[in-house]
């Protein structure tokens, strides 16, 4: 962002939802079909990035710093490296993960897949909202009982309530993955389970995004 746009964003201070990881593009894309919901407010940002390098991770703790209401949210990073130089470079992105996790202040939120042990050890501030997602035991947001035909059908399980929740045209691991990410959303901007299932009904998951 040039001068002005920061100037801007900082007198505004919108809520901002920074998206980061593997499936970051099409965890975005779901995440602004739950904000379609018209009990959210419409002063928010979302921003998915790469990481690739410092000056875009600089620029996203600005962000953060400067929004009354930061989300990040992690999905997957780890990978089976081909190569040396492939390895060096998930791990200089984990690096600035982590750096964006520690920048949260504590009215701020963390949102991260569970089932990523990198992502797992990320931590923020003791006071940070966090909601790990994933299909592991220990994940407070979790998707049980999963069914896949002509779409997939799943239960998630948050804080002792279980919903069912339809994707449709889905059929793969990974947008399962999307769709609980976005539902940490939804449930952060005080959504419950049951007006998040009925906002993925409409949505289909069919569209592949690329990286």
Not at 55 to 70: C, F, G, Q
Not at 71 to 97: G, Q, T, Y
Request: charged fraction near 30%.
């Amino acid at each position: 962002m040039n001068f002005f746009s920061k100037l801007k964003f900082f007198l505004r201070k919108p809520k901002v939802i920074i998206v980061v990881g593997k499936d970051r593009i099409r965890i975005k894309k779901t995440i602004c079909q739950i904000l379609k919901h018209p009990k959210i407010d419409r002063d928010i940002l979302i921003f998915e990035a790469k990481l690739d390098s410092d000056s875009e991770a600089e620029e996203l703790k600005w962000v953060i710093k400067s929004s009354k209401l930061p989300i990040l949210v992690i999905d997957r990073i780890s990978s089976i490296p081909f190569h040396f130089a492939a390895f060096d470079k998930e791990e200089e992105r984990i690096k600035r993960v982590e750096e964006l996790a520690k920048q949260l202040p504590r009215f701020g939120c963390l949102i991260a897949n569970l089932d990523d042990e990198k992502i797992r050890k990320i931590k923020a501030g003791p006071d940070v909202k966090k909601i790990g997602f994933g299909f592991d035991k220990g994940a407070d947001l979790r998707a049980t009982d999963v069914y896949s035909q002509s779409g997939i059908n799943f239960k998630v399980n948050y804080q002792g309530s279980f919903v069912p929740i339809w994707l449709e045209d889905a059929s793969e691991k990974e947008q399962i993955y999307s769709a609980l990410a976005a539902i940490a959303v939804g449930v952060i901007l005080d959504l419950n389970l049951v007006e998040i299932s009925q906002i993925l009904k409409d949505f289909s998951f069919s569209t592949q995004y690329g990286q």
